[in-house]
């Protein structure tokens, strides 16, 4: 049983519940529901896994299945070019755990894409990796609400993520990894880096890597079956980290990743005065990824950057 959250333990992107409000009311429900209704007809009742694949096959990206621990994860793959010795793997958001304070999703795949479209806009051999119980939640008998609310950053999640990873290279042998993760997937793929042998850096973007900060933040109630990257030993200095934060971001604000940074000094952060949460990763990612590629000093990594 998932315990309730304070004030709704939802997922670490805007409008994870905005869709269900105004549905009912005082006034005009049965009209609501109507319009509700004709919108169902005209998306044909696509659940959102269904919505997020054709997306995905919109950007022109090929689906796969990998198996993790335990779990099957979805996954789509772009220009996998064999010979290249860098794969970008990238892990999206929370999506929905929550859809209202007191009541769990019964499917927290993400209405709106965003690493997706990260991923859309980068090139060269690419994997978007999903977690457990997301795209597909009742595919896997051992899925539970938990590990999409308090425990969406578990150590059953981190490993089955992994292995899902692993089973990847092995039949694909890149060299060298960077994982990439936005929002909740940025503190997943912290999570994740030190377990990959073939990580040699980590770029976040607007991530909660340190999940009590976020929820202390937010009135939210502890994430108590989650692993904190602020609360971690160190990553191996063979892995570069570059974490980017918005300068106006109210949902992962420059405190929670500041907060993070102290205890993780090797860490480079770079602040972007004019970002939030959402505005403007996806129409700057082009840039930003080009500027991740350059190795930073050593000295310097430990640097806030504006």
Do not use: K
């Amino acid at each position: 049983m998932t315990a309730l959250p304070a004030r709704g333990t939802r997922g670490t992107t805007a409008g994870r519940a905005g869709v269900f409000r105004g549905i009912a009311g005082p006034r005009g429900t049965a009209g609501r529901w109507v319009a509700c209704g004709a919108l169902c007809a005209l998306a044909a009742c696509a659940t959102p896994a269904e919505h997020f694949d054709r997306r995905a096959s919109a950007l022109g990206l090929q689906a796969t299945r990998l198996p993790g621990e335990g779990f099957s994860h979805r996954a789509y793959v772009a220009d996998p070019q064999p010979g290249s010795a860098t794969l970008r793997v990238y892990v999206e958001h929370d999506g929905t755990p929550w859809i209202h304070l007191d009541r769990v999703s019964d499917d927290p795949t993400p209405r709106n894409p965003f690493a997706l479209e990260l991923m859309a806009r980068d090139s060269g051999p690419r994997l978007f990796l999903g977690r457990p119980c997301h795209y597909a939640p009742r595919e896997d008998a051992r899925c539970d609400p938990s590990l999409w609310t308090h425990g969406r950053y578990s150590a059953t999640v981190v490993a089955s993520m992994v292995a899902a990873l692993r089973s990847f290279l092995s039949a694909h042998p890149y060299r060298h990894v960077v994982l990439v993760g936005y929002s909740g997937g940025g503190t997943l793929a912290w999570l994740m880096a030190a377990r990959i042998p073939e990580t040699t850096r980590v770029v976040t973007v607007a991530a909660n890597l340190d999940i009590d900060a976020w929820a202390r933040l937010h009135g939210y109630s502890a994430l108590s079956g989650s692993l904190n990257p602020a609360l971690a030993p160190a990553l191996p200095p063979t892995i570069d980290q570059l974490h980017y934060v918005g300068g106006r971001d109210a949902n992962v604000t420059p405190a929670v990743v500041a907060s993070f940074a102290r205890r993780h000094p090797e860490a480079r952060v770079i602040e972007i005065a004019e970002f939030d949460h959402r505005c403007c990763w996806i129409e700057r990612w082009p840039e930003l990824l080009s500027g991740a590629r350059v190795a930073a000093p050593r000295a310097d990594r430990s640097r806030r950057e504006r």
